[in-house]
């Protein structure tokens, strides 16, 4: 789930730079037009090497495109092509640009972000964002088909089906066997099938079957659940360019509740870790949150789905890597999950590439984490971890959560999370105001403590 996370910016650290002439470190293959990159895959002639990527999401989509413009045999699963995940689908605006997504994938664009505290205190976020600057908003059963589409389009071969069980190679050089049902056999007919290949890409979600297969390890895990809700046209104008983020204990113990705008709809929703049985009664209490501008409005639609909160044990194991949610890519504090997928799916694909010097050779286990896993970590590893600390500290209590919003009203903590979470890029941070936000944030947290204390203590 990819949610927007206004976070404390002397922390909110990533080692993944911009590069000249780009926004968030663009590749130069990938300047290159749709159409031009198209016929250079068709050119390329087919190598022996055969990958399948179980997943059609953005970590899979962004997989296959890779290895399919490089001329390696590509087969991407799906078991339902039109899948509308929940998620509150926000992504930054580097990842238009770097994944080269057209206009009409944009619901809406966000600029402007209210955060709401437990006691209802609200604060306006987005008084430092540039005019050409905003958080785009998507349905992922309109984002997921696009990258799907022009992965298959560049030569991957789609198959329409559920993956159910991984027979692993049984030397060094052997074969993969994948067992899966295909759904575009017709009823009556057994869809058994199998497909044996070198390499394996798991991108097929939190509830991951080659992650199983593999033995990668568990982790902890989210629920996430969200309503969409259509609310009358008038109140929908409220939402032109605005998304809203309510802390307290009552909407989420350990989260944040979201009203995220859609094309014609707000996505309304939460999540939790530490509660997951009470998450219907977290979602009823979202919604009494923010009952009056949501007044009018219908459900359309229902859905809950379980979010990683931190990486597997183990992404890669022989020749299977994990991309995306298989491999546990969201982070938390914001739940930012679609770029980080979108990305670990590319950089994987262009391990493989690399490794296989284009599908000549079969890569090992050693290239693999070698050429991706040890990549990843360096340019992401900190900022996983520094947005683990903050959750920490501000998610803890509703006293924390009055410090967090308050402050966020501090220019300097908008205008370095903006630059962080928009272009995933360090942040040029200046010392001396690090120092003041540093004293600010710690006499805000003592502050409300103590009217926490004081509050309790009167009380009948």
């Not at 996983?384 to 959750?391: A, H, I, N």
Request: glycine share 8%.
């Amino acid at each position: 789930m990819v949610l927007p996370g206004f976070v404390s910016p002397f922390a909110v650290v990533s080692s993944h730079t911009r590069r000249s002439g780009s926004v968030c470190g663009r590749p130069s293959f990938h300047g290159a037009s749709l159409s031009t990159r198209s016929k250079n895959a068709q050119a390329t002639l087919m190598m022996q090497l055969r990958v399948a990527v179980v997943g059609g999401g953005p970590a899979g989509s962004c997989a296959a495109e890779r290895l399919a413009e490089s001329g390696i045999e590509t087969y991407i699963f799906e078991r339902k092509m039109d899948n509308a995940k929940p998620c509150g689908g926000a992504i930054p605006l580097c990842m238009v640009d770097e994944f080269d997504l057209p206009a009409n994938i944009i619901d809406r664009k966000v600029r402007k972000m209210k955060m709401i505290s437990p006691t209802n205190v609200e604060v306006d976020v987005g008084r430092t964002l540039k005019p050409n600057e905003y958080i785009g908003m998507t349905r992922r059963e309109i984002l997921d088909s696009f990258m799907r589409d022009r992965a298959i389009s560049l030569g991957a071969k789609p198959i329409n089906g559920l993956v159910t069980k991984l027979d692993l190679a049984s030397s060094p050089s052997g074969k993969y066997k994948l067992h899966y049902s295909d759904y575009s056999v017709p009823k009556g007919e057994s869809n058994a099938r199998t497909l044996e290949v070198d390499l394996i890409v798991g991108a097929d979600g939190a509830n991951s079957r080659v992650a199983r297969d593999i033995d990668a390890g568990d982790y902890n895990f989210a629920i996430a659940f969200q309503e969409r809700i259509k609310i009358p046209d008038e109140k929908m104008q409220y939402y032109e360019e605005l998304a809203e983020m309510y802390v307290g204990a009552d909407v989420s113990p350990d989260f944040y509740a979201w009203v995220f705008p859609k094309y014609d709809h707000v996505g309304v929703g939460t999540g939790t870790v530490i509660n997951r049985p009470a998450i219907k009664q977290y979602q009823k209490a979202i919604r009494d949150r923010a009952a009056a501008r949501l007044e009018g409005g219908k459900v359309i639609k229902v859905e809950a789905h379980p979010i990683p909160e931190h990486p597997r044990p183990r992404r890669v194991v022989g020749r299977v890597a994990l991309v995306g949610d298989a491999a546990g890519y969201v982070t938390k504090c914001s739940g930012e999950g679609i770029y980080f997928a979108a990305k670990s799916g590319r950089m994987c694909a262009e391990a493989i590439v690399a490794a296989s010097k284009n599908g000549r050779v079969v890569p090992t286990e050693k290239d693999l984490k070698e050429m991706y896993l040890k990549e990843w970590d360096r340019k992401y590893w900190a900022t996983y971890k520094v947005l683990d600390v903050l959750q920490a500290v501000f998610y803890r209590s509703d006293a924390a959560r009055e410090a967090f919003v308050k402050m966020c009203e501090d220019e300097y903590v908008q205008r370095v999370t903006f630059d962080s979470y928009l272009y995933k890029t360090v942040t040029t941070v200046n010392p001396v105001e690090d120092m003041k936000l540093a004293f600010r944030t710690a006499a805000s947290l003592i502050g409300e403590n103590i009217r926490a204390n004081a509050a309790v203590a009167s009380a009948p």
